[in-house]
């Protein structure tokens, strides 16, 4: 127990003969570094206060994460009382309690530390600078008690130094005057030690792709840094595709404003103004965007390609989203620009779209056709030509053979990619009379779709059922369809049809009236239901239903009403 005391007695006297020391001159510029940090809600109601100090005369600052999370903005107050707002966020670590963010300075520059490029050994003397914005050389000196490691060059202090809650993220200098470490929040109540993690450290913080994922990176509402490369942050843009409209916008602003001679980030951000927006000012950010992309890209094929993709999308939407000469002839113009330059299937594709859009079906088939003929041919090239063929009345036959085709670009069991042309497919083999050859494509798109299809998927594929003959799976597939939508008239009539045709009269009815319920006016019901009647022996009720049927308008219900009802 006397130890104990002895040793806390003279870190005491230690740190009290240390404070009793000059403070070297460097002091006083320093100070000018290290500033308050005042976080807020998104209500705008103060979340927290704490200390930064910059590492750059251009703004960047560095903290801890804490003040931070929750933050929907933050300002900076430095040593002259001046209050300036935190811009960007370009790093941070929450399991080590730092962050690195970028203050606007307007046009000025600012006092900055120098980071310590030396490790301190232990025993060395340091200084903590606290923030105050009164014009005096106050400063705490202790030393380091021990050095450990902390990720690569970097390490973490133990020192002999006694501070105080609001000191936590202040710079822990070396003799020369450079920054070295951030206080760290005490884990203990030792008011005789703190600790502190290395300032490079922190400063070498940056943002990757995946970081756009971390719900701790997430928690923070203020704008965040891209990473340092292209090619990560447009990976990143992908991954915050989810954001909010204004959030990705700021993000690809901050694209721009980091890659300026990358046509890429003018591309993205027209089609987020284009396809997020239909009034002309957000149109014509999207059109100036377009100019600025032809300007820089390297590949004008692709900026010519991108212009009539967008022109196209808003050709598409009508009077509505008009926009001054986007049409699909002028959006025909830039994507022959495309060609011109470099003739890539994905462009003809695009310009067989438009023609498809425009109704100029012959032209859209020769596009299509032209890539089904080459290497280059698709699943979609293919599709695209079987429902333009459709458009042009042409032969079901050639048709099912590109269908066939697009089919064929997979392999049992069918990705869900596969489903669209397996249901086309089917419908076509059901217009050829091939019904059970369209069950068969039916069960593969249930398969392909992991089992999760609509009301209408079962109706159709208990037609092809039903005209094959195989009434047991119709009759399956109409009670799913009901099931899902007990509601449509249709799938209960069709139902009661089913009913009927395996004699199951009481069923069929019943189906029959549960469909007159929500259509009291569907007169082939009435008919079906006379007809049921027949077959039970109830002549006069069969009649009294067949003259409903005829009342309401059936024709079909005639020949039965003269055959049975005279």
Not at 245 to 270: C, H, M, W
Not at 453 to 461: A, E, I
Not at 466 to 485: G, P, S
């Amino acid at each position: 127990m006397k130890k104990k005391i002895l040793f806390i007695v003279l870190c005491l006297l230690s740190q009290w003969t240390m404070a009793q020391k000059e403070a070297p001159k460097w002091v006083d510029k320093a100070k000018k570094a290290v500033f308050s940090v005042v976080t807020y809600d998104t209500n705008g109601k103060l979340l927290n206060t704490g200390n930064g100090f910059f590492v750059s005369e251009n703004g960047v600052a560095l903290s801890d994460y804490s003040l931070f999370k929750g933050a929907a903005r933050a300002d900076v107050i430095n040593s002259e009382g001046k209050q300036m707002p935190v811009k960007t966020i370009l790093g941070m670590n929450s399991m080590y309690d730092v962050i690195k963010f970028s203050v606007d300075l307007g046009k000025k520059s600012t006092a900055a530390l120098t980071l310590a490029t030396a490790i301190p050994a232990k025993d060395a003397e340091v200084v903590m600078l606290p923030y105050s914005t009164k014009k005096d050389r106050s400063c705490t000196f202790g030393k380091v008690e021990e050095v450990s490691n902390l990720s690569g060059p970097h390490k973490y202090f133990k020192l002999i130094i006694s501070v105080k809650d609001k000191m936590v993220s202040c710079p822990v200098m070396n003799a020369e005057g450079e920054v070295f470490g951030l206080v760290q929040k005490a884990a203990s109540n030792d008011t005789t030690h703190c600790y502190a993690i290395s300032a490079p450290y922190v400063n070498a913080l940056t943002i990757n792709a995946l970081d756009f994922n971390n719900p701790d990176l997430n928690s923070i509402g203020i704008k965040k840094a891209l990473p340092n490369t292209e090619e990560q942050a447009l990976v990143a843009l992908y991954m915050a595709s989810s954001v909010s409209k204004e959030k990705y916008l700021s993000l690809l602003d901050t694209f721009v404003e980091q890659f300026p001679n990358s046509s890429e980030g003018y591309i993205r951000r027209a089609n987020f103004y284009v396809t997020s927006y239909t009034d002309a000012e957000h149109l014509a950010l999207g059109e100036a965007d377009l100019e600025k992309a032809l300007k820089t890209a390297d590949k004008k094929d692709n900026a010519f390609f991108n212009r009539s993709r967008l022109m196209y999308y808003v050709a598409l939407r009508g009077k509505d989203g008009a926009y001054k000469d986007w049409t699909f002839e002028k959006s025909l113009e830039e994507i022959q620009k495309a060609i011109d330059i470099n003739p890539l299937p994905i462009y003809i594709q695009h310009q067989g779209d438009i023609y498809f859009a425009a109704t100029k079906y012959d032209k859209a088939f020769e596009c299509y056709d032209k890539i089904n003929h080459s290497p280059q041919a698709s699943s979609e090239t293919y599709y695209s030509a079987a429902k333009t063929k459709q458009m042009m009345n042409g032969d079901l036959g050639e048709i099912l053979a590109l269908l066939d085709s697009a089919v064929n670009k997979y392999a049992a069991p069918y990705p869900r990619e596969a489903a669209n042309y397996l249901s086309e497919r089917a419908l076509v083999k059901t217009q050829k009379e091939m019904y059970k050859e369209a069950v068969i494509d039916y069960d593969y798109f249930e398969q392909a779709m992991g089992g999760n299809v609509s009301s209408t998927f079962f109706y159709l594929r208990e037609q092809a059922n039903y005209k094959a003959k195989n009434f047991k799976r119709a009759l399956e597939d109409i009670q799913k369809a009901v099931t899902l939508d007990p509601s449509n008239k249709d799938y209960l009539a069709e139902y009661g049809a089913v009913n009927l045709r395996i004699a199951r009269y009481d069923e069929a009815i019943k189906n029959l009236k549960d469909a007159l319920v929500i259509d009291p006016k569907f007169a082939a019901c009435y008919r079906l239901i006379g007809f049921c009647q027949m077959q039970q022996g109830k002549k006069n009720e069969a009649c009294e239903n067949f003259n409903k049927a005829k009342e309401l308008g059936d024709e079909a219900v005639i020949p039965m009403i003269e055959k049975n009802c005279k």
